[in-house]
């Protein structure tokens, strides 16, 4: 009998009948009732906190089969981010080529206006993100400015040179020369990062190599597709590659630093993407002279070159008789997609973690070369691809899926993990 209920049955016997005489037969008696009474009710009081512990994690399992990683796996969303990233990469790739027709005379000035596009982008988001309090004056103030002057150098000499050299190249060639930003990357941190690559990562990137050789190599079709392009060009695309290579290290050294002087927060990626977008453009108009010369243009005539292109982006017709139709549209859409296509692999890093995006990354190579072998407004027609063309690709395909394989393989060896991780 429980607390209450024995108090109640006390002042009952109390009230109504005359207590009995106590003897010691009377108090063991009763202390036995009282332990059993006492055992029964701990008895139920457990079950009863057993069936209210059972209930709750059953709610709680509930909800986390609701919210767990593992039951919601790769959702509508991350599919649209995936589909967005691999649109965008492969268009971004065509416009790259497209623009450069009716502008390829005008790439010093393409490359500014591209640079200040980006700034006045970056800034505007950055504002944002200020006033929405995801950014703060800590973060401003945790980054070495005289790194980002490195970063901008980089990326300009990057950006003017590929210009420049690609407007000489066939489209169809630009995705396989752009595999050897991979081996100055190893290199790099190899030297500077003391990084040892990993057995998967050796035989990868041997396999991008041979791909891209066997898709060089002439066939029965027609003769190699690097055949037709000037040697000098392509080794300055493929040298030029070796700068985003810097950049990319220099740019997680300050994210680095940046993290250990925010005690462990992460620096926001819209503060590098702004600081290094204005070193850029500030070096590619220091560029200007310097490149210019190097195309036969005088300082004194740099003005009317600058006015000419901005003649030719707006479809008019300057004065070195270029066809300029269609500049305004493909600078605006080259524009556009560039930076939809960098928001939107921010995203999907964000969403789904580097996995999805080392495997849309890899994915976009082969189809990019595809695009540019259909007949396209602007490009000229694709030269001859034999089957050696055809192997090529896969092997590169393949040796990019190796490369990446310590990322993306640990995820497929856990027993139902899903290669997407839901966001947290």
């Given at each position: 009998?429980?607390?209450?209920?024995?108090?109640?049955?006390?002042?009952?016997?109390?009230?109504?009948?005359?207590?009995?005489?106590?003897?010691?037969?009377?108090?063991?008696?009763?202390?036995?009732?009282?332990?059993?009474?006492?055992?029964?009710?701990?008895?139920?009081?457990?079950?009863?906190?057993?069936?209210?512990?059972?209930?709750?994690?059953?709610?709680?399992?509930?909800?986390?089969?609701?919210?767990?990683?593992?039951?919601?796996?790769?959702?509508?969303?991350?599919?649209?981010?995936?589909?967005?990233?691999?649109?965008?990469?492969?268009?971004?790739?065509?416009?790259?080529?497209?623009?450069?027709?009716?502008?390829?005379?005008?790439?010093?000035?393409?490359?500014?206006?591209?640079?200040?596009?980006?700034?006045?982008?970056?800034?505007?988001?950055?504002?944002?993100?200020?006033?929405?309090?995801?950014?703060?004056?800590?973060?401003?103030?945790?980054?070495?400015?005289?790194?980002?002057?490195?970063?901008?150098?980089?990326?300009?000499?990057?950006?003017?040179?590929?210009?420049?050299?690609?407007?000489?190249?066939?489209?169809?060639?630009?995705?396989?020369?752009?595999?050897?930003?991979?081996?100055?990357?190893?290199?790099?941190?190899?030297?500077?990062?003391?990084?040892?690559?990993?057995?998967?990562?050796?035989?990868?990137?041997?396999?991008?190599?041979?791909?891209?050789?066997?898709?060089?190599?002439?066939?029965?079709?027609?003769?190699?597709?690097?055949?037709?392009?000037?040697p000098i060009y392509t080794v300055l695309f493929?040298?030029?590659?070796?700068?985003?290579?810097?950049?990319?290290?220099?740019?997680?050294?300050?994210?680095?630093?940046?993290?250990?002087?925010l005690g462990g927060q992460q620096l926001d990626?819209?503060?590098?993407?702004?600081?290094?977008?204005?070193?850029?453009?500030?070096?590619?108009?220091?560029?200007?002279?310097?490149?210019?010369?190097?195309?036969?243009?005088?300082?004194?005539?740099?003005?009317?070159?600058?006015?000419?292109?901005?003649?030719?982006?707006?479809?008019?017709?300057?004065?070195?008789?270029?066809?300029?139709?269609?500049?305004?549209?493909?600078?605006?859409?080259?524009?556009?997609?560039?930076?939809?296509?960098?928001?939107?692999?921010?995203?999907?890093?964000?969403?789904?973690?580097?996995?999805?995006?080392?495997?849309?990354?890899?994915?976009?190579?082969?189809?990019?070369?595809?695009?540019?072998?259909?007949?396209?407004?602007?490009?000229?027609?694709?030269?001859?691809?034999?089957?050696?063309?055809?192997?090529?690709?896969?092997?590169?395909?393949?040796?990019?899926?190796?490369?990446?394989?310590?990322?993306?393989?640990?995820?497929?060896?856990?027993n139902g993990s899903p290669l997407i991780k839901?966001?947290?």
């Amino acid at each position: 009998m429980c607390r209450h209920a024995k108090i109640g049955a006390r002042e009952h016997e109390t009230s109504i009948t005359p207590r009995p005489p106590v003897t010691s037969i009377t108090r063991v008696a009763t202390l036995g009732t009282k332990i059993q009474d006492g055992t029964e009710c701990n008895r139920n009081h457990k079950a009863v906190r057993r069936r209210s512990t059972f209930k709750t994690l059953a709610a709680s399992e509930s909800a986390s089969g609701r919210q767990s990683p593992r039951s919601r796996g790769f959702t509508a969303s991350q599919g649209a981010l995936v589909l967005t990233v691999l649109v965008t990469g492969i268009v971004n790739r065509i416009l790259y080529k497209m623009v450069l027709q009716p502008l390829g005379n005008y790439v010093f000035f393409l490359a500014q206006l591209q640079t200040f596009s980006y700034v006045l982008v970056y800034m505007t988001i950055l504002f944002f993100r200020k006033r929405m309090g995801l950014v703060t004056s800590q973060m401003l103030q945790a980054t070495e400015k005289q790194r980002f002057a490195f970063i901008g150098a980089c990326e300009a000499l990057s950006q003017v040179v590929g210009f420049l050299c690609a407007s000489r190249l066939p489209g169809v060639v630009l995705p396989l020369l752009s595999q050897s930003m991979m081996f100055w990357q190893i290199a790099l941190g190899r030297v500077v990062l003391n990084k040892r690559l990993k057995q998967a990562e050796l035989v990868g990137a041997a396999a991008v190599v041979g791909g891209v050789v066997c898709a060089a190599w002439p066939s029965h079709a027609g003769g190699s597709i690097l055949a037709q392009t000037n040697p000098i060009y392509t080794v300055l695309f493929m040298a030029s590659l070796f700068f985003p290579a810097v950049s990319t290290i220099l740019k997680q050294d300050i994210f680095e630093r940046a993290k250990a002087k925010l005690g462990g927060q992460q620096l926001d990626i819209f503060v590098v993407n702004t600081f290094s977008s204005l070193a850029q453009a500030g070096f590619v108009f220091l560029l200007l002279p310097v490149l210019s010369s190097l195309r036969g243009i005088p300082l004194s005539g740099l003005p009317d070159y600058l006015l000419q292109g901005w003649t030719c982006l707006r479809g008019g017709a300057p004065t070195c008789c270029s066809d300029c139709a269609g500049a305004p549209q493909l600078a605006g859409l080259y524009i556009a997609t560039n930076l939809a296509f960098n928001i939107s692999i921010l995203s999907l890093l964000r969403s789904t973690g580097n996995i999805a995006v080392s495997l849309t990354m890899s994915s976009i190579v082969p189809m990019t070369i595809w695009a540019f072998t259909l007949p396209l407004p602007f490009l000229d027609a694709a030269p001859v691809l034999g089957a050696n063309f055809a192997g090529g690709v896969v092997i590169l395909f393949l040796g990019l899926l190796i490369y990446n394989s310590p990322t993306w393989l640990p995820a497929l060896q856990k027993n139902g993990s899903p290669l997407i991780k839901a966001p947290e």
